[in-house]
């Protein structure tokens, strides 16, 4: 279908996104035998995927916890090449699912939504694409991704260099070689964590320009075998209980002994026995307390600056690589695979912009206040707007014309980050305050909620649903609360709000829930058998 057919079509329901909740959700609508239209900026399938390309992409999540559980069909046919899949591996997945189940009928692609607007009198939502195309439905699904908003650095003169420049968020469909090219690197966050090992290995000079280092630790990724596949197929229905059973839908738990309770010595051998394994380990399955307890959390920093110390040959880069600001675990820790040796590398150089702060982009390269750096090429690994950012690049209005930027202004209002107070029938997939962690875990919970909810109204005879006031302030108070007694609470990052790219975005906001995962989903499922009284509806 094409925007011009889209222009007086009408569905039951509409869906932004054809990511990993996208395609969830239109599968679980089909099953409910609802008409419906996913609408995605790409030209394909596969959301987050679709979009990061850059080299060394790939999950840091254990791929055969990743994928669908809806079809046992689906687990059998498919085969995970690596323990944590590269970037054309799960676009590969995602593709298949989406031809498995003849999805693209419904999906139209390079149509980015713009707008939607509720339009109480027909209890429906208009939607317009940038084309100026639109298309109406009774529900409308965010299915837009918590990190799918780039941001650049809020630098003079960004426009202004005279060769390629890629933003890790949008990165380009055609292979990118570094061979023999000078490259700058702006930012070491997760996404550069991953790429610079790898455009290290071909560039001529790599110059890595960091404003606030990251904690990171390894990832230890390696290749499954034909055998080892086969038993992972056995156990999937284990594998993703025990993903519904911890704090952040993962296989990791939490160690319940305290930090300082543990000898010395025995603390060393665990911490040395997590960083060897592959995963999450070292931060979602250490012990119960340094992610609240200073003294704790600092036992755990220093114990991975000490490992910084051992990988980095240059005593003063190594200082530079630790963080100083915030401890271990206290913003989202990045998995890498090599990327501190890279720092070992003669054709790769440190600069920290607290020491030479960056003072422009050039058409020749970056200007730092002691010396310009001239480039073939410039990387902007500069992050997203998160959670919020995808919600305010689209202009929602519900009744009265209120808008969903404007109430949002001082942080997301929902309940259970389900529906947002005051937009009926807005149903946000792993939208705001929603628990997070292993993102197609959460989102299998989301989708499944959401389609239960729907049932619940088709068989009530509801057609439009909203949050209760009441319900809103209840949650959004718990959402705080669980935020503010971690540590984390004290460190700036995208996940608290803080953005220095974004005007604006320098006071903290709870974004997500920080709670623990199983009870939010005990409490989901509590509102869901006791019929939904805590939403209204008609």
């Given at each position: 279908?094409t ?6 079509a009408t ?9 990993i909740s ?9 099953e ?20 990061n ?7 840091d ?6 994928g669908?559980?809806f ?16 970037q ?12 498995k189940?003849?999805?693209r009928?419904?999906?139209q692609?390079?149509s980015?939504?713009?707008?939607a607007h ?6 429906q ?7 100026g195309?639109?298309?109406?439905a009774?529900?409308?699904f ?6 799918s908003?780039?941001?650049l ?12 420049a ?10 990118v070689?570094?061979t ?9 966050g ?5 790429a ?5 290995k ?5 110059t ?19 055998a ?9 229905p284990?594998?993703?209980?025990r993903?519904?059973e ?8 939490p ?13 060393e ?13 070292i ?9 609240v307890?200073e003294k704790?959390n ?7 600056a000490r ?7 240059d005593p003063k ?15 989202r820790?990045?998995l890498e ?6 720092y ?9 912009v607290n ?11 970056i ?10 090429m ?8 998160g959670v919020?950012g ?12 209120v808008?969903?930027k404007e109430?949002?202004?001082d ?5 259970l980050?389900q529906?947002?107070?005051?937009f009926p029938n807005l ?16 989102v299998?919970h ?5 389609t239960g ?6 068989e009530?005879?509801?057609?439009r ?12 108070q718990m ?30 906001r ?5 709670g623990?995962?199983?009870?939010y989903?005990?409490k989901t499922?509590?509102?869901?058998e006791?019929?939904?009284?805590e939403?209204?509806f008609?």
């Amino acid at each position: 279908m094409t925007p011009r057919d889209t222009q007086a079509a009408t569905f039951d329901a509409i869906i932004v996104g054809a990511g990993i909740s996208g395609i969830h959700q239109l599968y679980r609508l089909r099953e409910l035998g609802m008409s419906a239209r996913v609408f995605e900026a790409g030209s394909n399938v596969g959301g987050t995927w679709y979009w990061n390309r850059y080299p060394g992409a790939r999950f840091d999540s254990e791929s055969w916890t990743y994928g669908y559980s809806f079809s046992e069909e689906l687990l059998k046919e498919w085969d995970w090449k690596e323990h944590f899949s590269p970037q054309p591996d799960t676009l590969e997945y995602l593709n298949l699912v989406a031809d498995k189940f003849d999805l693209r009928r419904d999906m139209q692609f390079d149509s980015r939504v713009t707008a939607a607007h509720w339009n109480d009198a027909a209890t429906q939502w208009t939607v317009t694409l940038e084309s100026g195309a639109q298309a109406s439905a009774r529900f409308l699904f965010t299915a837009i991704g918590i990190l799918s908003a780039p941001t650049l650095p809020r630098i003079a003169g960004v426009d202004a260099f005279r060769g390629p420049a890629y933003h890790t968020g949008r990165w380009p469909h055609t292979p990118v070689d570094f061979t023999g090219k000078r490259v700058g690197v702006i930012g070491t966050g997760a996404t550069a964590i991953q790429a610079i090992p790898e455009i290290a290995k071909q560039a001529r000079q790599l110059t890595v320009f960091q404003r606030r280092p990251n904690w990171a630790a390894p990832l230890h990724n390696s290749k499954i075998g034909k055998a080892e596949m086969q038993a992972i197929k056995t156990r999937y229905p284990e594998i993703y209980a025990r993903c519904s059973e911890t704090p952040g839908w993962f296989i990791h738990e939490p160690d319940p002994r305290k930090t300082l309770e543990v000898p010395p010595a025995e603390r060393e051998a665990y911490w040395e026995k997590r960083y060897a394994e592959p995963g999450f380990g070292i931060w979602m399955a250490n012990f119960s307390d340094i992610l609240v307890d200073e003294k704790a959390n600092a036992a755990i920093s220093d114990f991975i600056a000490r490992k910084i110390r051992q990988r980095v040959k240059d005593p003063k880069v190594a200082d530079k690589l630790i963080p100083k600001d915030h401890g271990f675990g206290t913003r989202r820790v990045p998995l890498e695979s090599g990327y501190f040796e890279a720092y070992n590398r003669d054709n790769v150089l440190l600069v920290d912009v607290n020491d030479t702060p960056i003072e422009a982009i050039t058409p020749r390269g970056i200007k730092t206040s002691d010396t310009e750096h001239e480039f073939d090429m410039l990387i902007y690994a500069t992050g997203y707007d998160g959670v919020t950012g995808a919600f305010d690049r689209i202009d929602f209005r519900g009744p009265g014309g209120v808008r969903l930027k404007e109430v949002w202004a001082d942080g997301p209002r929902t309940y259970l980050g389900q529906l947002a107070e005051g937009f009926p029938n807005l149903l946000m997939v792993l939208g705001p305050h929603t628990a997070r962690g292993n993102i197609p875990r959460a989102v299998e919970h989301s989708v499944e909620w959401q389609t239960g909810l729907l049932r619940f109204m088709r068989e009530h005879h509801y057609t439009r649903v909203e949050t209760r006031p009441e319900r809103v302030a209840e949650w959004t108070q718990m959402v705080i609360a669980a935020a503010q007694r971690l540590l984390s609470w004290n460190v700036d990052s995208w996940q608290n709000g803080v953005n220095r790219n974004i005007d604006g975005h320098t006071v903290r906001r709870v974004l997500g829930y920080n709670g623990n995962g199983k009870q939010y989903r005990i409490k989901t499922r509590e509102v869901a058998e006791g019929g939904y009284r805590e939403f209204q509806f008609r």
